[in-house]
């Protein structure tokens, strides 16, 4: 558990009494889009930086929030964007350009961008607490009685920052993110009654995890495969595969409790790391400082990796937003690369169930805001879906940024009853997002080369049809070749050949490089198969 000193325990007394006031100023089911707000981004990633280090970019990834700005078409609505280092001009055009009806210059005036000038691998939230001069000119430019902050996870360094602004911050408070913590989120599966794999509770040494597999082999001796995950990993990248096959002669009713503990011990070093340059040196040292858990490897020949999106109003009320097919890379497919959008109709329906009871018993501790809970489906025959809950995410993820940009953009509305999306015509909208299109021939590209090939192509997100493509992380593509986008279409199938015809046309632009790898072969994305995301 999260234990805090006296100070911290009050820091977050005044931040929650602070939080109440977001109560009052809730009026619809959609976040302030139809009343006078000044809305706070700070798309801080206050997480462990060294595991953060994992994901290739990751110091662009503030502008995954850049969604916000279609906020903006709301004329009523200003918003203040603050970055580490400042963002190319034309990304912040491309997104003020989306806005459908609302003049390019009357939206630019409503937005201050904020740069620390920074780019130290410290918390944007910390960089802003360190310049005062910053934090005045932040406070003046709000409406504190109309203002509220956004982020993209909530820690301590978020909490003092609305507490030195007077702004309320629509996230769950710094001491209930153990909820969504690897074992925080098996905690919760057990009392809200979420079918979830059978593991451990929090270790925090090698010793004790090597006990937890043991033991957890020998409540499931049929097992082939376990997962150990540190703590607070992210996208997967803190996840590793222990296969017990090699380790066949200390099975259970082969050998004594003692000499399984020692042989698994002994073969940590061999365990498969889905982050790229992982070793087990550098693993191990994590453990007494994230703490780890050890869980089932769900097997399965016809298996998929769905999430469910849902927030907690400033009310109390759960709602679901939206559910995802996650598409997973790495090793072992345990790496997220990308989503589509709904889930596959055979198990959405149930899928937002189960996301519901999470939400209420989320609700019940008193979180806000996002949260995302991952599953494994496994194809049972005759119809039937194994479905196994395996982490809960209180942030903003990988899939948020495509549904609020689908969401922003078409002003539809998303309904329960089928597990779809319509636009406010009543027409069915579909997607596939990644954050992971990297290839090396895309390296050197600049965001004003990026915007020539989207206009000459036509490659762009068409207001009148409601289809085209979104582009983000538009800041990583020139030293990391490295893009994200989300592809909207009014069918699965056209979702993926707009998908398809953007990176056709990224290579051909790039043909006179070499193209050393991809991570999505022959232009589509990868089948959900084996592997899953944690």
């Known amino acids: 558990m999260v234990t805090?000193?006296?100070?911290?325990?009050?820091?977050?007394?005044?931040?929650?009494?602070?939080?109440?006031?977001?109560?009052?100023?809730?009026?619809?089911?959609?976040?302030?889009?139809?009343?006078?707000?000044?809305?706070?981004?700070?798309?801080?990633?206050?997480?462990?930086?060294?595991?953060?280090?994992?994901?290739?970019?990751?110091?662009?990834?503030?502008?995954?929030?850049?969604?916000?700005?279609?906020?903006?078409?709301?004329?009523?609505?200003?918003?203040?964007?603050?970055?580490?280092?400042?963002?190319?001009?034309s990304i912040i055009d491309y997104y003020l350009q989306l806005l459908p009806g609302i003049p390019f210059s009357h939206a630019r005036h409503r937005l201050?961008?904020?740069?620390?000038?920074?780019?130290?691998?410290?918390?944007?939230?910390?960089?802003?607490?360190?310049?005062?001069?910053?934090?005045?000119?932040?406070?003046?430019?709000?409406?504190?009685?109309?203002?509220?902050?956004?982020?993209?996870?909530?820690?301590?360094?978020?909490?003092?920052?609305?507490?030195?602004?007077?702004?309320?911050?629509?996230?769950a408070a710094p001491d209930l993110q153990i909820w969504g913590t690897k074992s925080g989120s098996r905690q919760i599966f057990a009392q809200s009654g979420v079918p979830h794999p059978d593991g451990s509770e929090l270790v925090k040494t090698a010793a004790d995890l090597a006990t937890a597999a043991a033991d957890l082999w020998e409540r499931q001796p049929t097992l082939k495969?376990?997962?150990?995950?540190?703590?607070?990993?992210?996208?997967?990248?803190?996840?590793?595969?222990?296969?017990?096959?090699?380790?066949?002669?200390?099975?259970?009713?082969?050998?004594?409790?003692?000499?399984?503990?020692?042989?698994?011990?002994?073969n940590f070093s061999n365990l498969r790391f889905q982050a790229t340059k992982e070793t087990w040196a550098n693993f191990s040292q994590r453990i007494p400082e994230l703490g780890a858990i050890v869980e089932?490897?769900?097997?399965?020949?016809?298996?998929?990796?769905?999430?469910?999106?849902?927030?907690?109003?400033?009310?109390g009320k759960v709602e679901i937003l939206s559910t995802h097919d996650q598409i997973l890379g790495g090793p072992d497919g345990q790496i997220y690369l990308g989503c589509r959008f709904p889930a596959d109709e055979k198990y959405r329906l149930r899928l937002q169930t189960l996301g519901?009871?999470?939400?209420?018993?989320?609700?019940?501790?008193?979180?806000?805001?996002?949260?995302?809970?991952?599953f494994v489906t496994v194809d049972q025959g005759n119809g039937k879906w194994d479905i196994q809950a395996i982490e809960i995410n209180l942030r903003k993820g990988g899939t948020t940024h495509p549904f609020m940009t689908l969401k922003l953009l078409t002003n539809g509305r998303y309904d329960l009853?089928?597990?779809?999306?319509?636009?406010?015509?009543?027409?069915?909208?579909?997607?596939?997002?990644?954050?992971?299109?990297?290839?090396?021939?895309?390296?050197?590209?600049?965001?004003?080369?990026?915007?020539?090939?989207?206009?000459h192509h036509r490659l762009h997100f068409d207001s009148g049809t409601e289809t085209g493509t979104v582009f983000h992380l538009m800041g990583c593509l020139?030293?990391?070749?490295?893009?994200?986008?989300?592809?909207?279409?009014?069918?699965?199938?056209?979702?993926?050949?707009?998908?398809?015809?953007?990176?056709?046309?990224?290579d051909q632009e790039t043909s006179d490089e070499p193209n050393h790898y991809a991570l999505f072969s022959d232009y589509a994305f990868p089948v959900a198969g084996d592997g899953y995301n944690y």
């Open 478 to 506: 020139s030293q990391f070749g490295k893009l994200g986008l989300t592809s909207i279409g009014d069918s699965p199938q056209q979702a993926e050949d707009i998908y398809n015809k953007v990176v056709k046309v990224l």
């Open 4 to 89: 805090m000193n006296i100070s911290e325990l009050e820091q977050v007394d005044k931040f929650r009494n602070l939080q109440l006031t977001l109560r009052e100023r809730w009026k619809t089911s959609e976040l302030f889009d139809n009343s006078e707000a000044d809305i706070l981004i700070i798309p801080s990633l206050s997480i462990d930086q060294r595991e953060l280090q994992k994901i290739e970019g990751c110091e662009h990834y503030e502008e995954r929030l850049l969604f916000s700005l279609m906020r903006l078409r709301n004329p009523r609505t200003r918003l203040i964007y603050v970055t580490s280092m400042p963002l190319h001009p």
């Open 112 to 171: 201050l961008l904020l740069s620390t000038y920074d780019s130290s691998l410290k918390p944007l939230s910390q960089k802003i607490l360190e310049r005062p001069r910053l934090l005045e000119r932040i406070r003046q430019a709000l409406r504190l009685d109309k203002a509220f902050m956004a982020c993209y996870n909530s820690t301590f360094w978020e909490a003092e920052l609305s507490l030195k602004l007077n702004v309320p911050l629509y996230a």
């Open 417 to 455: 009853s089928t597990g779809l999306f319509y636009s406010q015509q009543g027409k069915a909208k579909y997607y596939v997002a990644t954050d992971n299109l990297q290839k090396n021939r895309y390296r050197g590209l600049l965001p004003n080369d990026l915007m020539d090939i989207i206009a």
């Open 296 to 315: 089932s490897f769900i097997e399965g020949e016809i298996k998929f990796s769905p999430s469910v999106q849902g927030r907690i109003t400033p009310d």
């Open 225 to 266: 495969r376990m997962v150990v995950k540190l703590n607070e990993g992210i996208s997967g990248e803190g996840n590793a595969l222990l296969d017990l096959r090699p380790l066949i002669d200390v099975a259970p009713g082969k050998s004594s409790h003692g000499e399984r503990i020692s042989a698994i011990i002994n």
């Open 356 to 374: 519901l009871q999470v939400g209420k018993k989320l609700a019940e501790k008193g979180t806000l805001e996002r949260f995302g809970v991952d």
